[in-house]
């Protein structure tokens, strides 16, 4: 079995937003020659969620503190 091993010499993709999106990876360069590959796809839905909100981490509440803290006591000393 021999394994394929190249390296893409044009990767191209056209508007996302469009009715038909096509995607062409073009390899060029090989003991074989070159030969383009073409792959097409029809978007007939795209659904968009809202997306809800993440807590903050405890963490950050624990630095937060932290830095109250040193300011606190760096204005004890002057």
């Known amino acids: 079995m021999n394994a394929l091993v190249a390296d893409f010499s044009t990767l191209t993709a056209n508007d996302p937003f469009a009715d038909n999106v096509g995607l062409r990876i073009f390899f060029s360069d090989q003991a074989w020659g070159s030969f383009p590959v073409t792959a ?12 809800s909100a993440v807590p903050v ?21 002057v």
Do not use: E
């Open 40 to 51: 097409t796809a029809d978007i007939s839905s795209l659904t968009l969620t809202q997306v």
């Open 57 to 77: 981490p405890a963490a950050v509440w624990l630095f937060a503190s932290g830095l109250a803290g040193l300011a606190g006591f760096a204005r004890r000393k």
